[in-house]
């Protein structure tokens, strides 16, 4: 059996070996806390290699713990991932729907990044008149 712990696990290793920009389980184990495989969305940088070299490290990075459990390692540069994200792609929908996020680059700036943006839009509608959407975005900044 795999669990979370053993997802966490690995997704150290995936992070020196490859630098991603996010790490996130899904399938059996995200869903109920364990599994007979690992399910993991590996999103890089698109400058980090074309996506065959990026599957190649993976697996090389992946090797040790393939002798525990069965692990399907899907990576994709971020590019190639929005790319099939707006064309409605199931699979992604799927795995936003039960996914869980193990890694994530630079969290904070991006949360900083975000209330920074809520604030602007905030006072933007306070000017505006738009008081109830202003203390809407208030509250998320």
């Known amino acids: 059996m795999v669990t979370v712990k053993d997802a966490k696990e690995i ?3 995936i992070v020196k070996a490859l630098h991603p920009v996010s790490v996130v389980l899904f399938g059996s184990v995200a869903r109920e806390g364990a ?3 690992l399910d993991l969305l590996i999103i890089t940088d698109d400058k980090e290699g ?3 070299d990026l599957h190649r490290r993976a ?5 040790n713990f393939y002798r ?5 390692p899907f990576v994709v540069p971020a590019s190639l991932l929005r790319e099939h994200y707006a064309k409605g792609s199931p699979f992604l929908r799927s795995i936003l729907k039960e996914g869980r996020l193990l890694y994530m680059r630079d969290i904070v700036a ?3 990044k975000q209330a920074e943006e809520d604030l ?3 006072e933007y509608l306070s000017k505006g008149g738009f008081f109830r959407s202003a ?3 208030s509250q998320q900044a």
């Open 11 to 13: 997704t150290f290793s």
């Open 35 to 37: 599994g007979t495989d």
């Open 50 to 52: 074309s996506p065959d």
């Open 59 to 63: 697996q090389r990075c992946l090797k």
């Open 68 to 72: 525990k459990f069965a692990i399907d």
């Open 110 to 112: 991006g949360g900083l």
């Open 120 to 122: 602007k839009a905030a």
């Open 135 to 137: 203390c809407f975005h």
